[in-house]
Structures are given as structure tokens and as C-alpha cells.
Nanobody, 125 residues
């Protein structure tokens, strides 16, 4: 069993920044691929970013490339999502997810086994 707890969400004006954190416990974090997804009201959960277990490979949705950065600190069992130049369309609940170890970061919802409870990000125009 894996427990994931997100934090760092909130209300920010367009153009601002937030850093999300996801603390993991219950599983060897350093052997898990990690991902961030988001879900806006009435929409499906979609991929945002992912990082492999070593932290050497990352993936981003086209909509966030150049603005968001994923990173991990295996010593702290934590994965981060730095979000810059936020836009109103980034408003959503952001979820952290843990999946099996692989070289290539997973981008599909079904490729992850464990999910956090989500943290709300609201970007005002």
C-alpha cells in the first residue's frame, strides 16, 4: 500500500507561480515512477507531467511544456511540480500518482497504481 499526500495548491493570479509537493510513504519511493495529473470540473483526468524512478527522464503535456517542471527528492520521498506563468486554464484539482519503475515515464492514467487525494489549484484572470 502507498500513501500519497499532495500540498501546495491555492489561489493565484494569472502569471503567478505555485509549487506542488507530494509526500509518499508505504512503498520504496525511490523505485517508483511518479506522475502529476489534473482534473477540471466536468472533464476527465489528464496527464500533466511524469518522472522516472531515477529522476533522469521526464515527460510533459504540451500545454505545460516550458512552464512546469517536475522533480523528485528520493531522500525526502517527495515529488514536486513547479508551476510558473500560470493560466486560468490550469485551474483544476491536481493529483499525484505512483507507478511501477520504468525508464520511460508513464503518461497514462491506467499506468499508475496509487493516487493522492488531490490539491486544488485556482488561477484567476
Amino acid at each position: 500500500q502507498v500513501q500519497l499526500v499532495e500540498s501546495g495548491g491555492g489561489l493565484v493570479q494569472a502569471g503567478g507561480s505555485l509549487r506542488l509537493s507530494c509526500a509518499a510513504s508505504g512503498r520504496t519511493f525511490s523505485r517508483s515512477n511518479m506522475g502529476w495529473f489534473r482534473q477540471a470540473p466536468g472533464k476527465e483526468r489528464t496527464f500533466v507531467s511524469a518522472i522516472n524512478w531515477r529522476g533522469g527522464d521526464t515527460a510533459y503535456a504540451d500545454s505545460v511544456k516550458g512552464r512546469f517542471t517536475i522533480s523528485r527528492d528520493n531522500a525526502k520521498n517527495t515529488v514536486y511540480l513547479q508551476m510558473n506563468t500560470l493560466k486560468p486554464e490550469d485551474t483544476a484539482v491536481y493529483y499525484c500518482a505512483a507507478g511501477d519503475r520504468s525508464i520511460i515515464p508513464q503518461i497514462g492514467v491506467r499506468q499508475y497504481d496509487y493516487w493522492g487525494q488531490g490539491t486544488q489549484v485556482t488561477v484567476s484572470s
